[in-house]
């Protein structure tokens, strides 16, 4: 769980409402021009617990996305198997032992404004999750996608625990949308490693 503010400075980063029509076709395209060129092994860490409802964003993504079944994508962090703070340190120790030089898709929940509330904001750099609680945590992502699931400053394990479920599911089908048509733009002659397709890479500046 984060708070938006706690992102560094240098980092790119683009937002929109998860009810856009053309969410997840924007945010997608603006995600793979941020991509590298060469074949890497894409790894989508999704952060969270089950157990709180604000911060179950994470692993609903990684449920979602796991249906989907990505060809080039390999996912850690589901409803059965979450990563979450007392297991994040092992997990991202495993997933760089099990990888080589893997470009890594942070996801998690976090706490923001009221007008906030609802945007699905992506950026490159890595998030600190546990951030909003005053966790010391790895930080965790070659880019990240985040979904504003309340408002932040105040009682914050109170305020997860009171999160609405509807937009915490809403914006988890979202962001697991937004990552199968990132999957589907990448091509490989086996599935892992995998690079950008070039047939639309050329549209990424005019997002």
């Not at 030089?101 to 998030?127: E, M, V, W």
């Not at 408002?151 to 999160?163: D, V």
Request: net charge neutral; proline share 5%; aromatic share 4%.
């Amino acid at each position: 769980m984060n708070l938006i503010n706690r992102f560094g400075n240098n980092n790119e980063s683009f937002r929109m409402l998860h009810t856009d029509p053309i969410l997840f076709e924007t945010i997608g395209e603006k995600i793979i021009s941020w991509l590298p060129n060469s074949a890497r092994e894409y790894v989508i860490v999704c952060i969270g617990t089950d157990r709180s409802t604000g911060d179950a964003l994470g692993p609903l993504v990684g449920s979602y996305l796991d249906e989907m079944r990505p060809r080039h994508m390999t996912i850690y962090g589901t409803l059965h198997e979450p990563v979450h703070a007392t297991n994040l340190t092992e997990s991202m120790m495993m997933i760089n032992e099990a990888h080589t030089n893997p470009f890594i898709i942070a996801i998690d929940a976090c706490l923001g404004k009221n007008t906030s509330i609802g945007q699905i904001i992506t950026g490159t750099g890595p998030l600190k999750p546990g951030a909003a609680l005053n966790k010391p945590l790895p930080e965790v992502g070659n880019l990240h996608i985040t979904g504003v699931v309340n408002i932040g400053g105040f009682m914050e394990y109170s305020i997860l625990q009171n999160t609405r479920l509807s937009i915490v599911v809403d914006m988890a089908k979202q962001i697991a949308a937004i990552l199968d048509h990132i999957d589907q733009r990448l091509t490989a002659t086996d599935t892992i490693p995998a690079v950008v397709s070039m047939q639309k890479r050329n549209k990424r500046n005019m997002i």
